[in-house]
């Protein structure tokens, strides 16, 4: 979940990206000792089990493709996803094993490898989900994670989780923040 940007902006320049292990060659824990694939696993977890945020109510999505790097405009309709920061190889297999065996996780570094019918409404192959994911942004407590789901030219949504650090339960997405959008 490398380099996706803090949607939102903590208190005039307070804001910082944790964990680091989102982003390649960076340590593998938080402050409060929780790998940082924990996050991301609790936000897909919360984002693919609530049809209200991911604008599917019917349907699961045995394929899920992610993407291989962390953008901070994940969570904008309007954002370009341009860069990114790599999520580690360590901490994508920490991801699919986590949802394994009931979600199949594939990352993928291009978005144009699982889309078919590009010249007219495109779509994701496989009627799987590609997902994107921005980088944790907060403190060791408390993060934000922008999400943008896309199926079809008509099936996306953007928005941004909180995610909070509870003794006893680890990381917990708490609800979200800011807009959601949905085509």
Same mark, same amino acid.
């Given at each position: 979940?490398?380099?996706?940007?803090?949607?939102?902006?903590?208190?005039?320049?307070?804001?910082?990206?944790?964990?680091?292990?989102?982003?390649?060659?960076?340590?593998?824990?938080?402050?409060?000792?929780?790998?940082?694939? @924990?996050?991301?696993?609790?936000?897909?977890?919360?984002?693919?089990?609530?049809?209200?945020?991911?604008?599917?109510?019917?349907?699961?999505?045995?394929?899920?493709?992610?993407? @291989?790097?962390?953008?901070?405009?994940?969570? @904008?309709?309007?954002?370009?996803?341009?860069?990114?920061?790599?999520?580690?190889?360590?901490?994508?297999?920490?991801?699919?094993?986590?949802?394994?065996?009931?979600?199949?996780?594939?990352?993928?570094?291009?978005?144009?490898?699982?889309?078919?019918?590009?010249?007219?409404?495109?779509?994701?192959?496989?009627?799987?989900?590609?997902?994107?994911?921005?980088?944790?942004?907060?403190?060791?407590?408390?993060?934000?994670?922008?999400?943008?789901?896309?199926?079809?030219?008509?099936?996306?949504?953007?928005?941004?989780?909180?995610?909070?650090?509870?003794?006893?339960?680890g990381w917990q997405v708490t609800g979200t923040t800011g807009s959601?959008?949905?085509?």
């Open positions: 979940m490398g380099a996706v940007l803090g949607l939102l902006v903590v208190a005039a320049g307070c804001a910082r990206q944790v964990p680091p292990d989102l982003v390649a060659g960076a340590p593998a824990t938080t402050q409060a000792g929780t790998p940082a694939g @924990d996050i991301a696993v609790q936000v897909l977890r919360r984002y693919l089990g609530t049809p209200s945020e991911n604008s599917f109510p019917e349907r699961a999505f045995p394929t899920v493709y992610v993407m @291989d790097h962390t953008f901070g405009d994940a969570a @904008d309709p309007s954002g370009k996803q341009a860069g990114g920061a790599p999520i580690p190889a360590a901490t994508q297999q920490r991801i699919a094993e986590a949802l394994a065996p009931a979600t199949k996780v594939v990352f993928v570094a291009d978005r144009e490898t699982v889309l078919e019918h590009k010249e007219s409404c495109a779509r994701v192959k496989d009627d799987a989900i590609l997902i994107t994911l921005g980088p944790p942004v907060g403190d060791a407590r408390r993060v934000t994670v922008g999400v943008n789901g896309f199926v079809a030219c008509l099936g996306a949504t953007w928005l941004t989780y909180v995610v909070q650090y509870q003794s006893g339960d959601m959008s949905i085509a």
